[in-house]
């Protein structure tokens, strides 16, 4: 005769977590499983049942069901065990950060896995596994500018003043220009690596057909971009655009204030701006012009459209850019605004004081 399992006795927010638990797609497997169990010794069903659908044995689901009973879902998980002694532990550890503060060696301006590896005497991996675990990269780099602005606070709060707390009926704009864009003609495709990894490939050496230039405006609120191409990149076509940018909009009523870099031909406009009175320029401060959003954008295009891309003409290359620019702004959201100043005090010499 099948044995029905004892209803384990438990309090209704432990039941709560147990059935929670049993129907979890990111906890280890091993805890569904025993949360299973106990949901359906939960439910009286019979102990033979269980073990046959879950295929484990009798013994396993009464040894559960009677874990959860003394502990609840705390002790469905495993007990600690002592374990084999780990070969690379905190010792190994304090060796890898120690030897991260030494001079790299002769030949090397810098610390690798393979140089840190052969310096203590141990596997690459498991070098590569400590690394990982204290997240160390070593070989990625991040680069960083301080404005030396004597005005860069006021500068600065005054731009993001416009991104969190734009003027109530006003547009505000990101306007910038990317200039000198190569309309290169090269080879591509894909190519099998030694490891056997596909990658794309393209050769080195390439045809250019001439450059263009990249006027574009963001509008902060929605992320919109408005574009024009040049030949030239003077004063004269900057302003060009704005004539043309205007008319684009919806501004006829509206103050419009856009975000500029310390480029000349932003500068001087006084005679324009006089003609246009709801038009106010707000200029980045030296040496930030990563404060205006219109970068972001540049940096999207550019990775979506001219990495390792081929034109056989300048008219291509304008045509790339314009069906990148279709594509996008039906999808286009407004950036957060998440950057914050870097100063050079944040900059470490040291990896210990990072990790520690």
């Known amino acids: 005769m099948s044995r029905r399992?004892?209803?384990?006795?438990?309090?209704?927010?432990?039941?709560?977590?147990?059935?929670?638990?049993?129907?979890?797609?990111?906890?280890?497997?091993?805890?569904?499983?025993?949360?299973?169990?106990?949901?359906?010794?939960?439910?009286?069903?019979?102990?033979?049942?269980?073990?046959?659908?879950?295929?484990?044995?009798?013994?396993?689901?009464?040894?559960?069901?009677e874990r959860f009973e003394k502990g609840g879902v705390a002790w469905l998980r495993d007990r600690p065990r002592g374990g084999r002694p780990a070969v690379y532990g905190v010792e190994f550890r304090n060796q890898?950060?120690?030897?991260?503060?030494?001079?790299?060696?002769?030949?090397?301006?810098?610390?690798?896995?393979?140089?840190?590896?052969?310096?203590?005497?141990?596997?690459?991996?498991?070098?590569?596994?400590?690394?990982?675990?204290?997240?160390?990269?070593?070989?990625?780099?991040?680069?960083?500018?301080?404005?030396t602005d004597p005005e860069f606070a006021s500068k600065a709060a005054d731009i993001i003043g416009l991104y969190l707390n734009p003027p109530e009926k006003a547009l505000v704009i990101s306007?910038?220009?990317?200039?000198?864009?190569?309309?290169?003609?090269?080879?591509?495709?894909?190519?099998?690596?030694?490891?056997?990894?596909?990658?794309?490939?393209?050769?080195?050496?390439?045809?250019r057909h001439g450059v263009l230039n990249l006027f574009a405006a963001l509008e902060v609120a929605t992320g919109a971009i408005h574009a024009g191409f040049t030949e030239k990149k003077r004063r004269v076509e900057f302003l060009r655009f704005m004539d043309d940018l205007l008319a684009d909009l919806p501004c006829a009523d509206k103050e419009i204030h856009v975000i500029l870099d310390n480029y000349c031909?932003?500068?001087k406009n006084d005679a324009w701006l006089a003609a246009?009175?709801?038009?106010?320029?707000?200029?980045?401060?030296?040496?930030a012009s990563w404060l205006s959003q219109i970068e972001i954008w540049f940096s999207i295009m550019s990775r979506k459209v001219l990495r390792g891309s081929s034109f056989q003409n300048k008219d291509q290359l304008?045509?790339?850019?314009?069906?990148?620019?279709a594509a996008y702004t039906p999808k286009a959201k407004p950036?957060?605004?998440?950057?914050?100043?870097?100063?050079?005090?944040?900059?470490?010499?040291?990896?210990?004081?990072?990790?520690n």
């Open 265 to 267: 031909i932003h500068k």
């Open 175 to 207: 306007v910038d220009e990317k200039p000198s864009i190569q309309a290169l003609e090269r080879s591509r495709g894909y190519v099998q690596t030694d490891s056997g990894k596909i990658v794309r490939g393209f050769k080195s050496t390439y045809k």
């Open 5 to 65: 399992a004892k209803i384990p006795s438990c309090t209704a927010e432990e039941r709560q977590k147990v059935e929670e638990l049993a129907k979890s797609r990111t906890a280890e497997a091993r805890l569904v499983g025993r949360a299973k169990m106990v949901v359906r010794c939960l439910g009286g069903e019979e102990v033979s049942e269980i073990a046959r659908d879950l295929n484990t044995g009798v013994n396993t689901v009464i040894a559960w069901r």
């Open 335 to 355: 950036f957060v605004w998440r950057k914050r100043e870097v100063k050079g005090a944040q900059l470490r010499n040291t990896i210990v004081n990072l990790c």
């Open 318 to 325: 304008r045509q790339a850019i314009e069906a990148y620019i």
């Open 276 to 287: 246009h009175p709801n038009v106010f320029f707000h200029f980045t401060p030296t040496s």
């Open 96 to 147: 890898v950060l120690a030897l991260l503060e030494e001079p790299p060696p002769a030949g090397q301006s810098c610390w690798d896995g393979p140089a840190v590896a052969r310096q203590l005497g141990v596997s690459v991996d498991a070098v590569w596994r400590c690394l990982r675990k204290e997240g160390i990269c070593l070989m990625r780099q991040r680069s960083w500018c301080v404005s």
